[in-house]
């Protein structure tokens, strides 16, 4: 099993319209969680991280479900500029050895 | 300001050639990491320096040398390198090793 799995998509969606992605990760101590965007050929770009209470920042929202060990994030009302690919980010752990690790992304694909 | 500077941005070199490429953070920032990235694939974790000290070498060859030289700058030195090794080089940086990392634009590199 991979230790961060995304649905790699494509999810293709009507511009207005709610989407949500999922990501699960192997590592129950885990510690942080991020949500990054990348355009083509851009570098990724931090998005939002995820904390145990959720958040959100405008259209976007965050949730980190322990338990089931999976974060989610949900677009709302989404825009074409929303189209990007979104990238599930997980620190298995803090210490000397720890790095962050990248899903595969979900590109998401926003239709006029 | 969240930014990490990357030179050049984009480079050919030969299979004989030496090149090196710089990355510069002023956001007092103690982790830095150097990643790899190909088409439609997410960031590979190739080195992480914490503390100016190399943290973390992802068994990456030894063609491909990092360098600290103080805590706001990141180099690799490329050395013999072969036409596989054509990517996206990314540099980020984060507070600390395993935090929220921002990302440089990245050097687009084609070994011919």
């Known amino acids: 099993r991979k230790e961060v799995e995304q649905d790699p998509g494509p999810f293709n969606v009507p511009e207005g319209a709610t989407v949500a992605f999922n990501c699960t990760y192997s590592?129950?101590?885990?510690?942080?969680f991020f949500w990054y965007r990348q355009d083509c050929r851009k570098e990724p770009k931090l998005l939002m991280s995820?904390?145990?209470s959720g958040n959100e920042d405008g259209r976007f929202t965050a949730q980190l479900n322990r338990a089931s060990q999976y974060i989610s994030l949900l677009i709302r009302d989404s825009k074409l500029s929303d189209s990007a690919t979104y990238l599930c980010v997980v620190n298995p752990r803090r210490s000397s050895a720890s790095k962050i690790i990248f899903g595969s992304g979900t590109r998401l694909s926003i239709r006029p | 300001d969240t930014e990490v500077t990357q030179t050049p941005k984009h480079l050919v070199m030969g299979m004989t050639n030496k090149k090196s490429l710089k990355c510069e953070q002023h956001m007092g920032h103690r982790a830095m990491y150097w990643y790899k990235q190909k088409a439609k694939k997410p960031p590979e974790l190739m080195f992480v320096y914490s503390y100016e000290k190399l943290s973390i070498n992802e068994s990456v060859p030894s063609r491909f040398s990092p360098e600290c030289p103080n805590s706001s700058l990141l180099n690799l030195h490329l050395h013999a390198l072969q036409p596989e090794d054509s990517a996206l080089y990314l540099c980020?940086?984060?507070?600390?090793?395993?935090?929220?990392?921002?990302f440089g634009q990245g050097t687009r590199l084609t070994v011919v």
């Open positions: 590592n129950s101590a885990s510690q942080s």
């Open positions: 980020a940086s984060s507070q600390d090793q395993g935090a929220e990392a921002f």
């Open positions: 995820v904390y145990s």
